[in-house]
Each structure stands twice: as C-alpha cells, then as structure tokens.
C-alpha cells in the first residue's frame, strides 16, 4: 500500500468513526434539549415567526387533558398548543405539532453542527494514529 493510499483509507476511516461516534454521543443531547426547551416562550416566539401569519401574535395556549401509560391507563397531562392571536385578541390558527418539530429541528441542525465541529477538531489527531496503526499492520506482514 502507497502512503497516500495509507492516508486516503485512514481518513475515511477515521471521518466514519468520528462522526458516528460523536454523533451518537452529541445528537440525543440536542433531540432531548429540543424536546423539553420546546413548550419554553422563546421557542413559541421563534417558531411562531414562520408560523404565524403577519399581524399575528404567537402564543402558548396550555389545557389538562389525559394520555395513556405503557400499560393503558389514563394519567393526567398538560398540553401545549401554539395560538396565533390578532389584535382583538381572536385566534386565527393554532397549531398542535408542527411549532414542536420545526423547534427539535433546529436543535437537531444545531447538534449536527457540533458532531462536524468536533469531527474536524479530532479528524488530524485520530487520522495520524489510524495511519500509524495501517503502517505497523503493513510491516508485520
């Protein structure tokens, strides 16, 4: 093997490692941070910029209502419903779900940023151990 075959096969090994690695370890993290930061007013406000018509007010509407556990009974729970409001104070759309994904997006497409981050920051160091290890295996043979 070349050394700049050796190079090519340990950065794509290395790349695949990392990524996968820090993916698994930062991306949870950012899915869990969306979750419960997504009934929070600056994510109301934020997603409901997009949402919402122009004119409108976005705000968080909350009612008790009951879900159903691992095992079928009904427990008590709190919804969370993005209302957009007018000036008079009538709500002219809400919207149940699609403020929470757009939220967890983001969140999502932030952790992604930080997985390329630090796979860049570790790509140099990690790519000159893989080397170093594929050269000791092509020696011993």
Do not use: H
Not at 19 to 35: A, K, L, N, T
Not at 54 to 64: A, C, M
Request: net charge neutral; charged share 10%.
């Amino acid at each position: 093997m070349s050394k700049t075959t050796t190079t090519a096969v340990s950065g794509c090994i290395i790349w695949f490692f990392l990524i996968s690695i820090i993916g698994s370890c930062v991306m949870p993290v950012f899915f869990i941070i969306g979750g419960f930061s997504s009934v929070s007013d600056f994510a109301i406000q934020t997603t409901g910029a997009w949402i919402c018509n122009d004119g409108t007010t976005p705000q968080t509407y909350t009612y008790e209502t009951t879900t159903t556990d691992e095992y079928g009974n009904r427990q008590p729970s709190t919804a969370y419903v993005l209302q957009c409001v007018d000036s008079s104070g009538n709500v002219l759309k809400e919207d149940p779900i699609a403020y929470a994904f757009i939220w967890i997006g983001i969140w999502a497409l932030l952790g992604m940023i930080v997985t390329g981050v630090l796979s860049f920051i570790f790509a140099a160091p990690g790519g000159m151990l893989v080397t170093k290890f594929l050269e000791r295996i092509k020696v011993k043979k």
